[in-house]
């Protein structure tokens, strides 16, 4: 079973609040990925984040993927549906806001098109 990998914090949080003080800087993890997996059963949905780069080991040969640092993240399908929701109003007003839509492979692209027009 994979962890997210703690960074340390860059800042350490302290909130005041009628003299009590709460120290958050064990609670706060980053992770970044470009890759990840999806998992589905009739109980829950893992997202199963990593890094992947290249390595090229000989000229002319296709490169290895070096696979590091995996993240699993589990909820159930209700909280996925309410993520994926979640996620595809950010990227719309993102686009809308910037002025850009972010290109995808052709294949990817119809399947946002069709998912985005039935919304």
């Known amino acids: 079973m994979g962890f997210c990998q703690p960074t340390p914090p860059i800042v350490k949080l302290i909130y005041y609040r009628k003299d009590t003080e709460m120290n958050q ?3 706060h993890y980053e ?3 470009n890759a990840v997996n999806v998992l589905t ?15 090229f080991l000989e000229e002319g040969k296709p ?19 309410s993520l994926a929701a979640l996620l595809v109003k ?30």
């Open 25 to 27: 800087d064990d609670k």
């Open 31 to 33: 992770f970044y990925a």
């Open 41 to 55: 059963s009739v109980y829950d949905v893992t997202l199963g984040f990593r890094t992947q780069s290249p390595v």
């Open 63 to 81: 490169p290895m993927i070096e696979v590091s640092g995996t993240c699993n993240i589990r909820m159930s399908p209700q909280h996925a549906k």
């Open 90 to 119: 950010q990227i719309i007003e993102y686009e809308d806001r910037e002025k850009v839509k972010l290109p995808l492979p052709p294949d990817i692209q119809k399947f946002w098109d069709q998912c985005v027009k039935k919304g």
